[in-house]
């Protein structure tokens, strides 16, 4: 597995204004130190997934998708929130029945962790 720095204490402050999920993947890929390749290597996700999602041909990725980029990154904290925030706003503004999706996932998981 590829050495990675943790985005716990570094909170996303210059992607405030990159509400695009293309964007934030790609800047926290190079903000690793990572390659396509070794990001999809590292998540379990195909390299075409990386960069489709990268592209923004992905425009509504799935819940786990999601949670193997943010581990591969080491996103945590106020990060990991933004990061699934920005996840969940572009799938909901393309695919609204996602939503109601996402929302039962957040739902199930706040009643495993009670």
């Avoid at 934030?24 to 390299?47: C, D, K, P, Y």
């Avoid at 929130?81 to 799938?91: D, H, L, V």
């Avoid at 695919?95 to 039962?104: G, N, T, Y």
Wanted: some cysteine; glycine content about 4%.
């Amino acid at each position: 597995m590829i050495s990675r720095t943790t985005h716990r204490e570094e909170p996303l402050e210059e992607a405030q204004s990159l509400e695009e999920l293309p964007s934030l993947v790609r800047l926290l890929r190079e903000r690793a130190g990572l390659t396509q390749e070794e990001l999809a290597f590292n998540s379990g996700l195909s390299i075409r997934t990386i960069s489709d999602l990268e592209r923004g041909r992905t425009t509504a990725p799935q819940r786990r998708s999601i949670e193997l980029l943010a581990d591969a990154l080491c996103v945590e904290g106020d990060s990991l929130e933004q990061f699934r925030r920005t996840a969940r706003g572009r799938s909901v503004a393309q695919c609204p029945s996602c939503s109601a999706r996402w929302q039962l996932d957040e739902l199930t998981t706040q009643r495993r962790s009670a």
